[in-house]
């Protein structure tokens, strides 16, 4: 069970990189025993030495994602006390982060085929929105202003998720972020 380059023994954390590897470079189709057994250098008893089964492994990825998210929304909550305005570009940081770059995109892919993906995915969304929608609130628009502003911020953050290439994304910055808030705090 060690890998073929040395004495190393693999973790479930190494199999979910190299899950998410895949899931990002090749998208979920992709996700198959033998190409992640070839990435990693080992043979598919190590594999079964941590999950019993493809589809336990998928599940694994998908939970492992929504922790993430989860570490994501908390970074949000500790934001409750800095100005709405602020919060929001901070917020966008969080969100359009490297690993939302890539990942997300894979994961946005995969939850269109895969129930357990999609509630996972929907579970994340629902918590950002309600966060970026506090945001508006505390600004001080109705609610229903609110709801919607927050949803048009997070479509465009989506959208720059599927639109955009890596040079765009370099470029792409707190200043970019502020430019877009300011638009959308408008009255």
């Not at 917020?91 to 770059?101: A, P």
């Amino acid at each position: 069970m060690a890998r073929a380059r040395g004495a190393v023994q693999l973790t479930v954390d190494d199999w979910l990189q190299a899950g998410y590897t895949v899931l990002a470079e090749e998208g979920f189709r992709a996700l198959k025993l033998d190409e992640i057994c070839r990435r990693l250098g080992v043979t598919k008893g190590s594999f079964y030495h941590h999950f019993s089964d493809i589809a336990a492994f998928k599940d694994a990825l998908v939970a492992a994602w929504g922790g993430w998210r989860d570490q994501d929304h908390r970074r949000m909550d500790a934001l409750a006390g800095v100005s709405p305005r602020e919060r929001l570009i901070e917020m966008m940081g969080l969100l359009t982060g490297s690993r939302q770059w890539t990942l997300e995109r894979a994961m946005r892919e995969w939850a269109r085929s895969d129930p357990r993906a999609a509630a996972n995915v929907r579970a994340a969304d629902r918590r950002a929105r309600r966060a970026v929608r506090r945001a508006f609130l505390d600004h001080g628009f109705d609610p229903e202003t609110a709801t919607r502003r927050a949803e048009w911020m997070f479509a465009m953050g989506i959208g720059a998720l599927h639109l955009s290439d890596g040079a765009r994304r370099a470029r792409t910055g707190t200043a970019e972020h502020a430019e877009l808030v300011d638009f959308l705090l408008r009255r």
